[in-house]
């Protein structure tokens, strides 16, 4: 991804001593994101915080990773479809440079067991919500254990945690669970992409299985009436292509 001119509205800080730039165009795509799961403007809203705040934690993950490494200074920039973290020299070894890559997605779940781990501490059983963010995301809270499901049930009931409380809780989780998932898919440029180039040092390999991946989970969203994802998945069909072509 290339980093975007500064315009207005751009913002710039540090973070932890990295300089960070968040686009406006982050903030539309991720308020679309949320409008897309069909839940109104206020569930939008927590979308785009939370997953501005999952964002962060994935790009520090390769920032702080990155700045360990090569002992250069990191950039993050948050813009459009997603983030990059700039390096002037990428890690000198193999093993360095996954360890780097894996950081991101590593950095993004640590965030879903910190707010899984607060919401137990808010139902009064910490096992209910590191439970909850396992499964949750999966669909499968019936699997946990009964008096765990009690726990949170009974929080919700007697306004321990209110409603909107538990849908941000429930929506970070969803973030940083789904989207770490997402990154690891073996699809350049990918997380997982990069993952898989660096173990086979292959890339028509590597695009030509971006390519077909991607192509499938497009078509596959498509007949589940998933528009934006639709698009999403195509686009990095159509980037893998490019790359099998030498010509991106």
Request: hydrophobic share 50%; glycine share 10%; net charge neutral.
């Amino acid at each position: 991804m290339n980093t975007p001119r500064p315009t207005t509205g751009t913002l710039y800080f540090t973070l932890f001593g990295i300089p960070v730039c968040i686009h406006p165009s982050i903030w539309l795509i991720l308020f679309l994101l949320g409008l897309s799961n069909g839940n109104g403007l206020m569930n939008a809203a927590v979308f785009v915080v939370m997953g501005m705040l999952a964002l962060l934690a994935h790009e520090l993950g390769h920032a702080l990773a990155g700045r360990y490494f090569t002992k250069e200074q990191p950039y993050i920039t948050l813009a459009m479809m997603g983030g990059v973290t700039e390096l002037r020299s990428r890690p000198r070894t193999r093993t360095q440079y996954f360890l780097y890559v894996l950081a991101g997605p590593a950095a993004s779940l640590l965030l879903g067991l910190i707010v899984a781990i607060i919401m137990g501490l808010h139902v009064g059983n910490v096992a209910a919500g590191i439970n909850f963010y396992l499964l949750a995301p999966f669909s499968q809270l019936e699997a946990m254990p009964f008096e765990q499901q009690y726990s949170i049930a009974h929080a919700l009931e007697n306004g321990t945690i209110p409603h909107s409380g538990m849908m941000v809780y429930s929506t970070a989780m969803f973030i940083c669970m789904w989207w770490s998932i997402f990154n690891l898919l073996p699809i350049l440029p990918l997380d997982g992409g990069q993952l898989l180039l660096t173990v086979t040092n292959n890339l028509k390999l590597c695009s030509t299985v971006g390519m077909i991946l991607g192509g499938a989970l497009a078509v596959l969203s498509l007949m589940n009436g998933m528009i934006f994802f639709t698009l999403f998945m195509a686009y990095f069909a159509y980037i893998n292509w490019q790359i099998s072509r030498g010509a991106w």
